[in-house]
């Protein structure tokens, strides 16, 4: 089958790309972060520092990890080092709800005893913020592997951080609010959480070998089905290497006996067929009407597979 290693590779390398410059971009800003929020004397800011601080660690193992999983195939590692992008998915999810539960480990008790920070540098600060973290937010949100999905929820995260302390600025202008500060963050901080748990299952399962699209995987079947000679399909096993490669493995039974020409045919009709699908790997056996699976028959309706 054809690989698309061309498109693959050009899908890389604009990933790596964003992820250096998401991680330069966030690693300056922290710096600024922690003096800013020193100078104002804001809590809230230099909780958004150490924050940023993880999420900048975060940033630079996901690209690490994105420019290792290029690396080709060897005898050891047969399907190549994708799957250590999926393994940073999954890292930078368990990070991000851990600085999420302590975000609002630290908001929660200043409900009840919020301090008024210097508002100037706060709404200087939170513009800054805004501008920054939305631009690489941007940048992210191009992405199609989940590495780059579960490190745009850090980034919307901060986004939403600083909108929160934008409002919070201009309000503190005008009346003396400091709770205000808390509030918002702590419902901004909720509303990711969420979020990110919810990318967190989706990692967990690919991580496990779940089907990534149980639609795809059913279209897969009917596309296969409807090629001549083909009279049943089972063992189909649909599974990712990153939440964007696809790797598919399936039993195809002929309709009946056939001449050599006909063989070739049939797999050539397989080779197109499948070929808008742009699976990483694919390994497909055929099998004689008459002959038995060597792979058993106990695992077929465990594997989803219908006759």
């Known amino acids: ?120 540098g706060m709404l200087a600060l939170a513009l800054l913020g805004v501008t920054v973290n939305g631009f690489a937010a941007y940048r992210l949100s191009k992405g199609k592997s989940l590495n780059e999905k579960v490190l745009n929820w850090h980034l919307l995260e901060d986004v939403l951080g600083w909108v929160a302390v934008l409002i919070v600025s201009i309000i503190l202008q005008f009346v003396d609010w400091p709770i205000l500060d808390p509030l918002l963050s702590i419902g901004f901080t909720l509303f990711i959480l969420v979020n990110v748990i919810r990318n967190l299952w989706a990692t967990g399962k690919l991580f496990i070998q779940a089907v990534p699209d149980p639609a795809l995987h059913d279209e897969i079947r009917r596309t296969l089905l409807g090629i001549e000679h083909i009279s049943e399909v089972h063992h189909q096993h649909l599974w990712s290497l990153d939440g964007e490669h696809h790797v598919l493995t399936v039993h195809l039974v002929m309709r009946d006996s056939f001449p050599l020409e006909q063989y070739l045919a049939t797999k050539i009709a397989v080779a197109d067929a499948l070929e808008p699908y742009q699976l990483a790997h694919t ?13 058993s028959s106990d695992q077929r309706l465990s594997a989803g597979d219908h006759h």
């Open 1 to 120: 089958m054809r690989h698309h290693d061309h498109a693959h590779n050009h899908s890389d390398d604009t990933s790596s790309r964003r992820l250096g410059l998401v991680f330069f971009l966030n690693v300056g800003f922290t710096l600024i972060e922690f003096v800013g929020g020193l100078l104002t004397n804001s809590t809230a800011i230099l909780a958004d520092a150490v924050h940023d601080l993880g999420d900048s660690l975060a940033i630079g193992s996901a690209w690490f990890l994105n420019r290792q999983g290029r690396k080709a195939a060897t005898r050891e590692f047969t399907y190549g080092y994708r799957r250590l992008s999926l393994f940073g998915a999954l890292i930078n999810g368990l990070v991000l709800v851990g600085g999420s539960l302590w975000v609002l480990s630290e908001a929660i008790p200043r409900l009840a005893d919020p301090v008024m920070p210097v508002t100037e």
């Open 283 to 295: 390994t497909i056996e055929i099998e004689l009407p008459a002959e038995f699976c060597r792979d």
